[in-house]
Nanobody, 127 residues
Framework: QVQLVESGGGLVQPGESLRLSCVAS????????IGWFRQAPGKEREGVSC???????????DSVKGRFTISRDYADAVEETVYLQMSSLKPEDTAVYYC?????????????????WGQGTLVTVSS
């Protein structure tokens, strides 16, 4: 059974850091890229970062470059954790963050290319 489970969200002040985790399991991991998306109230879902396979290339949307870092940690062939380290957080980073998988080019950040999604974790950046 394919599962993507996010955790790590919370309330932080501007300038602080947060690390999100996405535990992916139940599928052949090296055939899928993993992406992080976010959706703020009243806005469309947008791609934030993704890590491709098999080369592990990382991609970021412009608004988070230099502040966010994505990484993959394989536990075994069918379970891994994908982290999103977020630093220098801004109020505009406030959103529900989702991880998802795709067999396509993840750098397009096209939500339609992703077939399984996690339930999301809320990140609130506020003073």
């Amino acid at each position: 059974q394919v599962q993507l489970v996010e955790s790590g969200g919370g309330l932080v002040q501007p300038g602080e850091s947060l690390r999100l985790s996405c535990v992916a399991s139940g599928f052949t991991l090296d055939r899928y890229a993993i992406g992080w998306f976010r959706q703020a109230p009243g806005k469309e879902r947008e791609g934030v970062s993704c890590v491709s396979t098999p080369d592990g290339s990382e991609y970021y949307t412009d608004s988070v470059k230099g502040r966010f870092t994505i990484s993959r940690d394989y536990a075994d062939a069918v379970e891994e954790t994908v982290y999103l380290q977020m630093s220098s957080l801004k109020p505009e980073d406030t959103a529900v963050y989702y991880c998802a998988r795709t067999r396509f080019n993840c750098s397009d950040f096209d939500p339609g290319d992703y077939d399984y999604w996690g339930q999301g974790t809320l990140v609130t950046v506020s003073s």
